[in-house]
C-alpha cells in the first residue's frame, strides 16, 4: 500500500466519548494526520465550520437519530461550510440496517464501525484518496455516487468535484487553484439540482392527479401534492438572483405553480376534486423547458409519465406482496407459525 503525505491534511474529528476520542485522535497521529480539531459535541463542530475548511471529517453517528447525519446533509447541501466535497467517513458501534441506509443517505463517504485499529482507518482513508468518486444529484440527494455499477437507462449524470484530501496528499493542492475548483463544482451541482427539481415537481403532479380526480380523493396523491410547494422553494432558491435570458422567467413561474398548487391542495381538503389539474403538470413541464430549452420540447413530458407510471407500478407490486405475505400468514398452520396457542 503507498504512503501518502498527510501532514498538510485538516481534519475535524467528532465523537462523543472522551476515550474513545482520545484514541481516534491517536489513530489519526499514527497516520501523521496531525491537524485534528476534536470535537465531543456537535454545535462545536458546526461551529469549527463556519470558520474552517477540512479535508476529512471524520464522525461518530451512532443510533439513527444522529446529528452527525444532518450535518453531513448540510455539508453536501452547502449549507454548511466551504467546501461541499470533502471526505467524509461515519463511525458507529455496531451499525444497524437503518443506520446504514442512513450514511448512504446523507451522502456520506464511507462508514467504519468501532473499535476500529489503525490499519482499518489508514485502508480507508487510503481508499479516499485513490478512488475518489464522482458525486450525483437527485431531488433529495447530493453526494458520492455508491452504486456497483451505473444503473440502466439513468438519465442523471455524475460530475467530477475536486478532493483536497487527494490533492494534499499527491502534494498537489499548491499546483491547483481548490476556491476555484470548488467554485466551479458547486456550479455543476446547482445545475443539476435545479433540473432534478423541476423533474420532481412534474413527477409529483403527474403521480397524483388521478388520485386527485377520485372520489374519494386518495391519500396518497394528497400527500404527494404536498411535497411539491418545498421542492420549488428549493429551486427558486437556487436559481441566480440575476437570472438572464429564458431563465429569468423561471421563478415567476415557480412561484405561479405554488399559488396554483396551495389552491389545489385546499380544494382537495374541502372535498372537491381541483378543476385544471392538467394545467398544474403542464406548467411544470414549461418550467423544465425553460431551464433547458435545448431539449425537444416534448422529452420531459415523455419521461415524467414514465418515471410515475414506473412509480406507480413499483407501489402496486410492493402492495400485492404484502398482501400475499398477509395471506400466507392466515393459511392453514400460519396461526401456528405466528406464535397462536391453537
Known sequence: MPEYDLNQVECILFEPEGNVRRLMRDALGHLRINRVQTFGHMEDVRKAFETGSPDLLVADATGTDSETFKVVHAIRHSLLGANPFLAI???AFNPTKSLLARVT???ADALLVKPLAPKQLHERITALVE???NFVVTSDFIGPDRRKSPRESSQIPLIEVPNTLRLKATNAFGRTNPHELIERASADVNEQKLLRQAFQAAF??????PGLSAMPVERIAVEHLTRVVPVLDDLIHRLPAHATGSRS???DQARALIAAVEVAHAQTLSGMVPPGLDRLKSSALEIISTLSPERPSDAPGREVA???????SRLNEMAEAKAAEGARGF???GLARTGSFL
Open 306 to 312: 414514465a418515471a410515475a407510471a414506473m412509480y406507480r
Open 249 to 251: 422567467t423561471a421563478a
Open 131 to 133: 478512488s475518489p468518486r
Open 331 to 333: 393459511a392453514p398452520g
Open 105 to 107: 443517505n446523507c451522502g
Open 89 to 91: 467517513v461515519v463511525t
Open 204 to 209: 409529483l403532479i403527474e403521480f397524483a392527479t
